[in-house]
């Protein structure tokens, strides 16, 4: 008897064939990443693990972006060329999936990267623990940072009040199609906090992979500093809220109660950032007065 996921997808992407399906599909938006996009293909060249397929979707780029995804796509054949009118990331990595064969799922955004053991790392753990549902791991910036990226542990709970799971996650296929995928209307960030919203629950088993594996590109203007400064991020949160209202009344039923409950919890995480953030400075002034005793000492004698 078909199973009700597989019945839920061919509504969505009609039917595929299960002889042609590959491990993994990686779906790469691109709008306007001329400068980065070849980077980031190059880092899903050289993975370690080879049976994946990249599904670049080009999201009405007006620059240079397209020839430089035909190279790879003529390059190897694993890298598959999509372009389509532009509609956000959200809107993008929906297409891309659609048209994917892969068994597991991964997100790459058009200026981030792949360590080579990215998709080595994370199959072994879906095949170790096969009831594992999400697959995430450290995160290393790079360009105008150079910082790891540190968040809070997991729990379904406090994923509903922060995210604390980056954008690129390996999951499964029928996870994806039975969560609808990410909501297109969330055109101005936080669409992938909203999609684990519904892909996950409280009963979903979330692995860490504790290796920089990921590769966050930091730009001195990007969508995040955008959403900041547009005044959007009030507006996104609201989103996550209305379209998952169910999901949080189950968890709100009283709001003073929560609220305590989450400032325990978040509390240490940000009291240690606190504390590291003061001994650079400390370590900072240190060398600063060891320089000038230094530079006094030399002066006295002469």
Not at 72 to 82: E, G, I, P, Q
Not at 105 to 127: I, Q, S
Not at 149 to 163: F, T
């Amino acid at each position: 008897m078909e199973r009700r996921e597989e019945r839920r997808e061919k509504t969505i992407v009609g039917k595929y064939d299960r002889s042609a399906m590959k491990e993994i599909s990686i779906v790469v938006p691109c709008f306007n990443q001329e400068e980065f996009i070849a980077e980031t293909l190059e880092s899903v060249l050289r993975q370690s693990h080879s049976d994946w397929e990249c599904i670049i979707v080009n999201d009405g780029s007006t620059d240079g972006s397209e020839a430089i995804i035909q190279q790879y796509a003529k390059k190897d054949r694993r890298f598959l060329s999509f372009t389509k009118a532009n509609g956000g990331v959200a809107a993008a990595r929906n297409f891309g999936f659609s048209q994917a064969k892969g068994m597991l799922f991964v997100p790459l955004d058009g200026d981030d990267k792949l360590h080579p053991d990215f998709l080595r790392r994370a199959v072994e753990c879906f095949t170790t623990q096969p009831d594992i549902d999400l697959v995430h791991c450290k995160t290393q910036r790079f360009g105008e940072s150079s910082k790891t990226w540190r968040l809070p542990e997991y729990s379904y709970e406090k994923l509903l009040w922060q995210n604390m799971i980056v954008n690129t996650t390996m999951y499964r296929r029928e996870a994806f199609f039975r969560s609808g995928g990410y909501a297109s209307e969330m055109v101005h960030g936080f669409e992938d906090w909203e999609f684990y919203v519904r892909l996950l629950s409280p009963q979903s088993k979330v692995w860490f992979v504790d290796a920089p594996l990921y590769l966050y590109r930091v730009k001195k203007s990007s969508r995040s500093t955008q959403l900041v400064e547009l005044g959007k991020v009030e507006e996104s949160q609201r989103l996550i809220y209305v379209r998952n209202r169910a999901i949080y009344d189950r968890f709100v039923d009283n709001p003073i109660s929560v609220f305590g409950k989450r400032m325990k919890e978040f509390a240490p995480f940000y009291s240690a950032r606190y504390k590291r953030q003061v001994h650079y400075v400390h370590m900072a002034y240190s060398v600063v007065i060891a320089g000038l005793l230094g530079v006094g000492a030399l002066l006295l004698r002469h």
